[in-house]
């Protein structure tokens, strides 16, 4: 079963590498991750630019800033999963944490 885990940012360029590096190592491996850039100011797009770069397998998607909860709801618009995991960028998660 896929599951989508949809992160919203804005200005999180200090923080949404470890998060990401944290969903790369899951043990559960049916993930797709997409990170909703919510009009950041900051260096977030570059972050995330170089992220994808290192091979990290995540959907990006950008919008001008229109709050988290917008930010959400085009993550799970374009998510595939049967399941959408909805968490913030600050956050980082055991690798047993979706399974």
């Not at 850039?37 to 397998?57: A, E, H, I, Q």
């Not at 049967?82 to 690798?95: G, N, Q």
């Amino acid at each position: 079963m896929k599951i989508s885990v949809i992160i919203p940012t804005y200005n999180e360029e200090k923080v949404i590498g470890e998060c990401l590096e944290s969903l790369s190592k899951q043990t559960y491996k049916d993930l797709e991750t997409i990170v909703v850039d919510d009009g950041s100011t900051d260096k977030t797009s570059k972050v995330l630019s170089d992220l994808r770069f290192k091979n990290y397998d995540i959907k990006v998607f950008q919008q001008s800033h229109k709050g988290a909860g917008a930010a959400r709801n085009l993550g799970a618009k374009e998510a595939k999963g049967e399941i959408l995991v909805f968490v913030d960028a600050d956050m980082t998660f055991k690798p047993d944490f979706i399974e």
